[in-house]
């Protein structure tokens, strides 16, 4: 028998993190996307059911195996961007979760966090012409390492989501000056006022 290729399990990591945002709660209010290309690193997309004017992109960063450091078992991801692919954008996230093999689902807690705190805060250097990252957070409940801020349960992932798109949604609107959201603000579009 083979054993379990890196391909099968970066798929099926990805299906299960779409699960996550599916079926979370709050459940079914998140419409999930897989792009037909990798061009722009992008895993997964979710926007709100019906609004279609913001969605997030994730990466999804998995790993079956947990590191001891101490008595706490640590989850730790490497991984290489050429720097003219790095990505850095309020609508861009990384997905880092732990899959056991076992009971085939992450293991909590997993870590939803925005682009460019990864890109700051995980250890990382350039090599070769690359960038090397390798984030490292504990899987300790009571934990206080830089991670813990963007540790959830693996059910508690759409909520998260759900409440970013919503704040963004609610900040387009305020920016327009519309209470009641009417304006549809696609980036492009002009907002012409009549003249006092």
Not at 20 to 37: A, I, N, S, Y
Request: glycine fraction near 6%; charged fraction near 25%; aromatic fraction near 12%.
């Amino acid at each position: 028998m083979s054993r379990l290729s890196d391909v099968q399990f970066s798929r099926f990591a990805e299906m299960e993190a779409a699960k996550l945002l599916t079926f979370g709660r709050p459940r079914g209010v998140l419409e999930v996307m897989v792009p037909m290309t990798d061009d722009e690193r992008r895993d997964l997309e979710a926007h709100i059911k019906e609004h279609f004017r913001l969605s997030a992109a994730l990466q999804v960063k998995a790993s079956y195996v947990l590191y001891r450091l101490g008595r706490a078992p640590r989850f730790q991801k490497s991984f290489v961007v050429k720097p003219e692919r790095l990505i850095e954008n309020l609508f861009f996230f990384y997905f880092f979760g732990y899959m056991d093999l076992e009971t085939m689902a992450y293991r909590a807690p997993v870590f939803l966090v925005p682009s460019h705190i990864v890109h700051k805060e995980a250890v990382h250097q350039l090599r070769g012409g690359l960038i090397h990252f390798n984030f490292i957070a504990s899987m300790d409940p009571s934990s206080r390492d830089r991670w813990r801020p963007y540790a959830c349960d693996p059910s508690e992932v759409a909520g998260r989501m759900v409440r970013f798109l919503r704040a963004q949604e609610h900040r387009n609107r305020a920016s327009l000056g519309r209470p009641d959201g009417s304006v549809i603000a696609q980036p492009g579009t002009i907002l012409v006022r009549r003249a006092a």
